[in-house]
C-alpha cells in the first residue's frame, strides 16, 4: 500500500502515473540532487499496482488542496474544510503534515500582499533587508516592488539579491516580525524564489525597461563583472538578433503591428534590419510606412511596446517554441 511508502517512492509513482509529457514540466523546476534521486528511484520502480497508484495519486490530490485552503483561510480554515470533507482523523494528519513544513517557511505574512501596501511597509528599511524580502517574494511582485523604489536604491538592491548567500534562520526570524508587526492585519500567502544571480534576472525580466535600465548603467560602473552576469542571462528587445529566422517569424506572428512599429522606433538600425529580412518585401515597406507616419514618439511608449514583444519572446522560450542563443556554455547543437 501506498501508505508503506517513502517520500522518494512516492514521487516516483506520482511521476509515472502523471505521464512523461507531464513529469517534464515538474522535473524542470527541481535541483539537480533531486532529479538525479528521482531518476534513479523511477528507474527502481517494479510493478505498481492500481491500488499503489491510486493512493498516491490521491495523497497528492489532497495535500494539494490542503494547501490552498490554508493559502486562502489560514490553517484553521483548511482544518475545518477538510475535516467535513476527509473527517477528523485525515484532517488532523494532513494539517500536521503541512504545518510542519509552514513553519519553515520566513515571510508568510507579506506573501500575498500588494506590493503597493508592501512598499508602504518597507520603504524605509535598509536595503539589504528590502533584498532579503524580495527572494521571499514571487517575481511579479518582486518586480513591481523593485520599479517603486527611487532610482538611486534600485541598483543597490538589484546587487544585494544577485550576490545574496545563505542567511540565518535567527535573521530572517528577527526580520520577519517586525514586518509581522507592521502588517498582522494582512492575510498570509504564498512565496516563491530566493536570492542569486538567477533571481534578479527574473525580477529585471518582468519590470519595466526604465528601471532596468536604471540598473544595469548603474551596476555596469560599480560591479561590471557582475552586470555582464546579468545581462548574460536576461533577454532585452536588442537581443532579438540572436534570434535565427524561424524564430524571427514565429515572433512576428504573435506581435502587434503597432507594438513592432513603435518598439523599432527605439531600436538600433541592426535590429530593424533583422526583423525586416523576416518579413515580405510588401509588409515590410507598409512597417516603413507606419513607422514615418507615426512622427515623432514617447520613449515610454516604445519602451512598453519593447516589453510586450520580449513578453511574447520569453513565451516562446518557456514553451520550447523558439531556443535564444545566449552564448558561453550554452551552445545550440543544429
Known amino acids: 500500500m501506498a501508505q508503506a511508502l517513502n517520500g522518494i517512492q512516492k ?9 512523461s509529457e507531464n513529469s517534464a514540466n515538474v522535473v524542470k523546476h527541481l535541483g539537480d540532487q533531486e532529479i538525479e534521486q528521482l531518476t534513479l528511484e523511477m528507474a527502481n520502480v517494479g510493478k505498481i499496482s492500481p491500488e ?12 494539494c488542496m490542503a494547501n490552498d485552503y490554508i493559502s486562502q483561510g489560514g490553517i484553521d480554515y483548511a ?17 500536521s503534515r503541512l504545518s510542519t513544513s509552514l513553519k519553515m517557511r520566513p515571510f508568510d505574512l507579506v506573501r500575498r500582499t500588494d506590493p503597493k501596501q508592501l512598499f508602504s ?32 536604491r534600485q541598483a543597490d538592491v538589484a ?17 520577519e516580525k517586525v514586518l509581522e508587526r507592521k502588517i498582522s492585519s494582512l492575510a498570509p500567502t504564498d512565496y516563491t524564489a530566493s536570492g542569486g544571480i538567477q533571481s534578479i534576472v527574473d525580477v529585471l525580466n518582468r519590470t519595466d525597461q526604465g528601471t532596468v535600465k536604471v ?21 532585452v528587445f536588442e537581443d532579438i538578433v540572436m534570434l535565427d529566422d ?24 541592426e535590429v530593424a534590419q533583422k526583423i525586416m529580412a523576416n518579413m515580405s518585401s510588401r509588409a515590410s515597406q507598409m512597417l516603413k510606412d507606419d513607422m514615418e507616419f507615426m512622427g515623432p514618439v514617447r520613449l515610454r511608449d516604445v519602451e512598453e511596446a519593447q516589453q510586450r514583444i520580449v513578453k ?16 558561453g556554455s550554452d551552445e545550440i547543437i543544429y
Open 52 to 63: 499503489q497508484r491510486d493512493h498516491v495519486v490521491d495523497e497528492f490530490y489532497q495535500m
Open 246 to 269: 524561424r524564430g524571427i517569424q514565429l515572433v512576428l506572428r504573435d506581435v502587434e503591428t503597432k507594438d513592432l512599429g513603435l518598439a523599432l522606433k527605439g531600436s538600433n538600425p
Open 215 to 235: 540598473v544595469m548603467d548603474s551596476l555596469e560602473v560599480e560591479d561590471p563583472d557582475l552586470a555582464e552576469q546579468i545581462k548574460r542571462q536576461m533577454f
Open 121 to 152: 511597509f518597507i520603504q524605509g528599511e535598509h536595503p539589504q533587508t528590502i533584498a532579503l524580502i524580495m527572494t521571499h517574494l514571487p517575481v511579479e511582485k518582486a518586480a513591481t516592488l523593485l520599479a517603486s523604489l527611487s532610482a538611486d
Open 159 to 175: 546587487k544585494r539579491i544577485a550576490t545574496m548567500g545563505r542567511t540565518s534562520p535567527e535573521v530572517l526570524k528577527e526580520i
Open 11 to 19: 514521487a516516483a509513482i506520482l511521476m509515472i502515473a502523471l505521464g
Open 79 to 95: 482544518r475545518d474544510v477538510l475535516e467535513r470533507a476527509l473527517g477528523e482523523t485525515r484532517a488532523f494528519e494532513i494539517i
Open 312 to 327: 511574447v519572446i520569453r513565451k516562446l522560450e518557456e514553451s520550447g517554441a523558439i531556443v535564444i542563443s545566449r552564448g
